[in-house]
Each structure stands twice: as structure tokens, then as C-alpha cells.
């Protein structure tokens, strides 16, 4: 049993409202083959929610009429989801650049062997979890042995020209601190990571997001279970910067649950705070069709603090950077 979160309410963040949407970052599902301490999904390999068929066709038609220019694949584990790869084929056949968020490991799982051929034959850009470039923290954080399939994936991915110049296939790594903490300096980790992970591996890659933890769902739960919670989130909030208002994702990205309900953010949906939208309570992803979401108030509670506190955090790393 998770200990029960405190109500996050607003208590001052600043009120925000949308720009021009160009992300759709859709959530295929939350069955995952790991179950990471700071997952604010509460993901993991009992669980059974996954996007329709039905549903991603939503998903596709709204590609083509907003004319999105990013589709940002969440989960879970999104390629577990049995429609992934006709998604992936068909969102870029529109164009759209597919942004696939992964945790490595699935590449090693049994019936996935050909998913990172499949990923570089359709040039997905891969972001990839890995919230250290230890063996220790890794596994201290995700499981005993992720580290050492996490690099076999890494060297997958780099064996097929991912995160290697000239090929156009990108790779990303994501680090999330160990705990209650800001993360440090991006670009001065992503220096650590790089000479460490090509050091000892071989191993190359584009960039590394730093991303804070949110305190909902696994992470808040642990926050509370160890009597941390108010203090991170008043970390938070006295971290916060106004400059990082202006790059938060939820003014240019729609997040989409397994569903097909629509929310500001992923965190959002996580907290079950559905995008505005007129009179409807929890708009669906056709309800988006032919709306000019511009000026579109957010919804916004204390979590919002993990954003814009320090450098900034939003699924893309740092704000600053």
C-alpha cells in the first residue's frame, strides 16, 4: 500500500496560459516491465491500462487536421502497447517526428529483439531513462541488473548510428535525482555522463536532460512514508524562477491519457486535473478537433513548482540550458 498523498492545492503559482500547440505527448499505456522508485506513474508489469486501437486513431486523426509537429510517446513502457509500431509507421508517414521514451531494458526483452531496428528504419528519436551513469545508483533506483541491460541497449542503439554524427538518428538520455533534490547543472553532467558512459562502454549519445521529480503518485507516496514531503515541496517553491514560465511544456503540449481524455500536462493527468475546456468536465481528444487552444488557461497546482524551480524541468531537460 502507498501512503496517502497530502491534497496538492495552489497556494500562489502563478496562473499560465497556453501558446501554439506543436506537441501531442500521448501516454499508450502504463504496463511496464519495470517499476522504478520515482515513476510518477506508478507503471510496472501488473498493470493492465492500454490505449485502443480505436484511440489511437484519434490520435491520428488529430495529428493530421492540428497538423502537430511532435508525437511524444509515453507509458509504461509505450512498445508494449500492441499498436505501437503501426502508430510510430503511420504518425511518420504524416510527417510528424516521433519521439519514443524509453527505458532501455525493453530492448533486451523477449519478442522486442527487432524494436531498435524498427525505431532507427522509421528515425525515432530515442529518449531514454537513465538516472545515472553508475551501476550502484542505477540499480539502487530501478531494479537489480537495469544497469547492465540498460547499457546492453545503449550499445543496441549505438551499433544501429544512434547518438553518432551525421546519421540524423537521435538519442537522448534522462537523469532524475535519487531523491528529494534539485538536479544538478545539465550541460555539467551531461559532460560527466558522456566521459564516463564512453569511457568505460563505448557508449555515445546527443544529450542529457535533467529532469526534477514530481512529488505525486510512487515518489510522492515515498516523500510521505518518510515524512519528506513538505519539506521538497517547500524546496520547490522556494526555488522557483518566473523566467521559467515562459518554457514550461504545458504551453505548447496537450498530454493524452490511455483513454483518450486530454490534460495540460502529464503530470496533470497523473493528478486527474483534466484540460479547460468550456462546460466539459474531462474533454476527450475529438473534442480538441477544429479548437484554437491559444490563450487557454492551464491548470496549475504546487506540483507545477517542480517546472520551474532551479534551472527549470520540463520533458525536454532544463529550461535554462
Known amino acids: ?138 540499480d539502487r533506483q530501478r531494479g537489480k541488473g537495469v544497469y547492465e541491460r540498460s547499457i546492453a541497449g545503449l550499445l543496441r542503439l549505438n551499433a544501429l548510428g544512434y547518438g553518432k554524427p551525421d546519421t540524423g538518428l537521435v538519442l537522448n538520455l534522462v537523469y532524475n535525482p535519487q531523491g528529494p533534490a534539485l538536479p544538478p547543472g545539465q550541460q555539467g553532467l551531461e559532460a560527466d555522463y558522456k566521459r564516463e558512459l564512453g569511457e568505460k562502454f563505448g557508449v555515445v549519445f546527443n544529450q542529457l536532460y535533467t529532469l526534477a521529480n514530481m512529488p505525486i503518485q510512487r515518489f510522492g507516496s515515498t516523500l510521505v512514508s518518510k515524512g519528506q514531503f513538505k519539506d521538497y515541496m517547500a524546496l520547490l517553491k522556494g526555488a522557483h524562477r518566473d523566467e521559467n514560465l515562459e518554457s514550461v511544456m504545458c504551453r505548447t503540449l496537450v498530454s493524452v491519457d490511455w483513454k483518450g481524455a486530454v490534460y495540460d500536462c502529464d503530470f496533470n493527468q497523473m493528478l486527474g486535473l483534466p484540460l479547460e475546456l468550456g462546460q466539459k468536465r474531462r474533454p476527450q481528444l475529438s473534442d480538441l478537433i477544429g479548437r484554437d487552444l491559444a490563450g487557454n488557461a492551464i491548470a496549475v497546482r504546487d506540483h507545477c513548482y517542480g517546472c520551474t524551480a532551479g534551472q527549470g524541468s520540463s520533458c525536454g531537460g532544463a529550461l535554462d540550458d
Open 1 to 138: 500500500m502507498h501512503a496517502t498523498l497530502p491534497l496538492i492545492q495552489q497556494f500562489g503559482f502563478p496562473a499560465l496560459r497556453r501558446g501554439r500547440l506543436d506537441t501531442l505527448q500521448v501516454n499508450l499505456g502504463y504496463k511496464c516491465n519495470q517499476s522504478c522508485l520515482h515513476c510518477h506513474v506508478n507503471a510496472g508489469p501488473t498493470r493492465t491500462e492500454m490505449m485502443s486501437r480505436e484511440t489511437i486513431a484519434d490520435v491520428l486523426a488529430f495529428i493530421a487536421v492540428a497538423g502537430i509537429k511532435t508525437l511524444d510517446l509515453t507509458g509504461g513502457a509505450p512498445e508494449l502497447n500492441p499498436h505501437f509500431r503501426e502508430l510510430v509507421a503511420r504518425a511518420r508517414e504524416l510527417g510528424t517526428r516521433v519521439i519514443d521514451r524509453c527505458n532501455l531494458t525493453i530492448l533486451e526483452e523477449p519478442g522486442q529483439e527487432d524494436l531498435a531496428g524498427f525505431l532507427a528504419g522509421h528515425r525515432v528519436e530515442v529518449t531514454a531513462s537513465m538516472p545515472c551513469y553508475t551501476e550502484e545508483l542505477v
